[in-house]
């Protein structure tokens, strides 16, 4: 892809996610290169840029029902100060468009507090074609009380589109994007957030990626199981105490509740083809405590 870029001399590229860190990750010639900007969309940007390009690097966001895309920002060498800014953030909504991080009784969330990312303004969808049962579940509109109530600066005539994408403000006005609601599960009655847990994951510096999938819905007894991939691999085997330093990095800001039961070390996270969780896929060995344990099998 780089040596095509160069060859065609392409000015603006707009790239998926995966492809774009890819080229993040190639070393560009200080000459001979057109290319000024490099847009990348589609997924979770995981990296910054560390060393010289000979463009600006730009990550989107924007749901298919949401033309063309709803927040921007460029994204240039981070300092990151706080855990907040690990990962690039998906920026500000972009010109006629209105972003609004909502609780789960749709009232808005102050600065720093997850909540559902909604969309309105210009662009945005007016349903979905010959479905009006998903139409209503996802979209509603402006001028019911609840909205009315706490959004009053939009038409009467607009709707709101409810992602099911979790996001809170940052400081600097930007939004962090954390996962999808839909990756929520109930464990002894409290209600766990699986992208949370993989978020703190990632904040370990030995950590390269993590995933966290549940398992013994079959049986009544569910559990969590976190898949690792390090920065270093084999660090579980070489290092079984690795384990428990995970969870003690854990605890220092999430409850007990949250804590994966087993841990795994993986070298790559499985992903289906259009770049989801692929849970088929997953190892049954793992570890705990530093002791090889088996794992009930994915179905």
Same mark, same amino acid.
């Given at each position: !892809? ?9 000015t ?9 860190q890819?080229?993040?990750?190639e070393?560009w ?12 969309? @589609?997924?979770?940007l ?14 989107l =966001? @924007? ?20 855990e !907040? ?5 998906? %920026? ?5 468009? *209105? ?11 102050? &600065? @720093? ?6 969309i ?6 007016? @349903?979905?074609? $010959? $479905? ?24 009467? &005539? ?5 992602t099911g994408?979790l ?5 600097? %006005?930007?939004? *962090?994007?954390?996962g999808?609601?839909d990756?929520?599960?109930k ?8 992208g949370?847990i ?22 009544g007894?569910i559990?969590?199981c ?8 084999? &660090?579980?085997?070489?290092t ?23 841990f795994?070390e993986?070298? *790559? ?6 770049g989801?969780i692929?849970?088929?896929? =997953?190892?049954?060995?793992g570890?705990?405590?530093?002791? $090889?344990? *088996?794992h009930?099998?994915?179905k």
């Open positions: !892809m780089k040596t095509w870029l160069i060859k065609q001399q392409i603006i590229s707009f790239q998926p996610t995966q492809v774009a890819l080229l993040l990750e070393p010639p200080e000459d001979g290169v057109a290319l000024k900007r490099l847009r990348a969309a @589609g997924d979770r995981t990296i910054y840029p560390t060393r010289f390009y000979p463009f600006r690097l730009y990550n =966001y @924007g749901p298919t029902e949401d033309t063309v895309w709803t927040t921007w920002t460029e994204v240039g060498e981070n300092s990151p100060g706080t !907040m800014v690990k990962f690039p953030p998906i %920026g500000k909504p972009a010109a006629n468009k *209105q972003v609004y991080i909502l609780s789960r009784e749709l009232k808005l969330q102050p &600065m @720093g507090v997850m909540g559902e990312l909604c309105a303004g210009m662009g945005l969808a007016r @349903g979905y074609l $010959n $479905n009006p049962g998903l139409t209503a579940e996802k979209f509603f509109p402006v001028s019911s009380w609840y909205a009315r109530f706490y959004i009053s600066h939009i038409s009467p &005539m607009s709707h709101i589109y409810r994408d996001a809170r403000w940052l400081p600097d %006005g930007n939004i *962090q994007f954390l999808r609601i990756h929520q599960l464990i002894r009655g409290y209600r766990i957030e699986l949370e993989e978020n703190r994951l990632k904040e370990h510096p030995e950590i390269k990626g993590a995933a966290v999938i549940s398992k013994g819905e079959e049986k007894d559990y969590l976190a898949y690792i991939v390090c920065n270093t691999p084999g &660090m579980f085997k070489k079984p105490p690795m384990i428990t330093a995970l969870k003690d990095f854990l605890a220092r800001s999430l409850p007990d509740y949250m804590i994966p039961a087993y795994t993986i070298e *790559q996270i499985p992903l289906t083809p259009n989801k692929d849970e088929r896929h =997953y190892p049954n060995q570890w705990q405590e530093g002791k $090889n344990i *088996q009930h099998e994915i």
